[in-house]
């Protein structure tokens, strides 16, 4: 069992690289945590919102499989609490499910088809740029965690 | 007229400092922005958590004027769009307010009091720790004045 956070194009700031590695190395004490980066082509990037998009969707495809549970971070999506979270991720561990991914899109979000396809969570009403809102999830899974094993980090 | 974030303890995680100073050199160029980080002392550290509180909204409101516009950020407060929020500060801009303070609590958050006093922006339904939100913050701030300038940073 594994949670793969699945985003596109490489972090390039280095503040955030060290923020998602500091949790990565705290979540390592209660799960198998990976980030998986798909990189779009400069030729990719130099064609329609659109076509980018489309892109993006038929390279995140190739990574997930049918058993795999899949959640969309994308704005529209439902908003829970860090409580709703911990007990969202505890149901699927409970449920079995081999590997859980989290997926962060390009800089224009997903296509329709992406969004009808799996559930969306939202972190926030507010938009966030793709490259942050790693960060963001990243301390989000660290204390859904620690909620889930009743330790300190969490003040509800 | 200066935007001031007030902020309770020093920033202890390099990675978020440095978000801080990206976002606040960048908003620089559109407003007068600064820092105010208020420090409580161990010993106070060591009281409960009630007495903690009490002190943090006692140093908080020697700094803050009649005059001066407030935000608490408090999860239980109103969310906003990031258009909507770009709104409210333009409003305020246009009210000629000397001075609009974002004001973060300490790790348990504010007393009822300042709470009571305040209007309450809640930037997620999610709990973040005190040190995270002020880089959210910052980038959020940052992205409202490019949707006020009319800039390329934001897509909705």
Chains 1, 2 share one sequence.
Do not use: W
């Not at 390039?12 to 190395?25: L, T």
């Not at 859904?144 to 094993?149: L, N, R």
């Amino acid at each position: 069992m594994k949670i793969v956070l699945l985003q596109i194009d490489k972090t390039d700031q280095a503040y955030i690289e060290q923020g998602v590695q500091e949790f990565s190395k705290r979540l390592s004490r209660y799960i198998s945590f990976e980030t998986v980066t798909i990189s779009i082509s400069k030729s990719t990037r130099s064609r329609s919102i659109a076509e980018q998009k489309q892109e993006e969707e038929k390279q995140l495809l190739t990574r997930l499989e049918k058993s795999d549970c899949v959640y969309l971070l994308d704005e529209i999506g439902k908003e829970y609490t860090s409580i709703q979270l911990a007990q969202q991720i505890q149901s699927v561990l409970n449920a079995g499910k081999k590997n859980i991914y989290f997926v962060i899109g390009g800089p224009y979000g997903f296509t329709d088809a992406l969004r009808s396809k799996y559930p969306l969570i939202s972190l926030s009403k507010l938009t966030f740029s793709h490259q942050m809102i790693r960060l963001f999830f990243c301390e989000q899974l660290y204390r859904a965690f620690t909620i889930i094993k009743g330790e300190k980090y969490h003040h509800s």
